[in-house]
Nanobody
Framework: QVRLVESGGGLVQPGGSLGLSCAAS????????MAWYRQAPGKQRELVAL???????HYANSVKGRFTISRDNAKNTVYLQMISLKPEDTAVYYC?????????WGQGTLVTVSS
């Protein structure tokens, strides 16, 4: 198993930027997929972005060009850099690790985009 701890959420104005971090309790180098999901009030949890152990990335259409996912295996950390934030980006953001039978989630960090 792996324990994931997100940080970096907060309140930001529309058009602003924010960076999220996800610290893992063990090496992320061999974890097949590290991802960020989000869940807005009254909505289902949705995939925001993912990165594979081979270095591939995938983004939801709604965040393409604005969000960047990256992983630093030396620090066992996955990042989500967000720019040009919109009110509709407001949600609890969750980190996820998937590999075979592993499906671990962090506790989430709240991002609020509001003026």
């Amino acid at each position: 198993q792996v324990r994931l701890v997100e940080s970096g959420g907060g309140l930001v104005q529309p058009g602003g930027s924010l960076g999220l971090s996800c610290a893992a309790s063990r090496s992320t180098a061999n974890i097949a997929v590290m991802a960020w999901y989000r869940q807005a009030p009254g909505k289902q949890r949705e995939l925001v972005a993912l990165t594979t152990s081979l270095g591939n990335t995938h983004y939801a259409n709604s965040v393409k060009g604005r969000f960047t996912i990256s992983r630093d295996n030396a620090k066992n950390t996955v990042y989500l850099q967000m720019i040009s934030l919109k009110p509709e980006d407001t949600a609890v953001y969750y980190c996820n690790a998937k590999d075979g039978g592993l499906d671990a989630w962090g506790q989430g960090t709240l991002v609020t985009v509001s003026s």
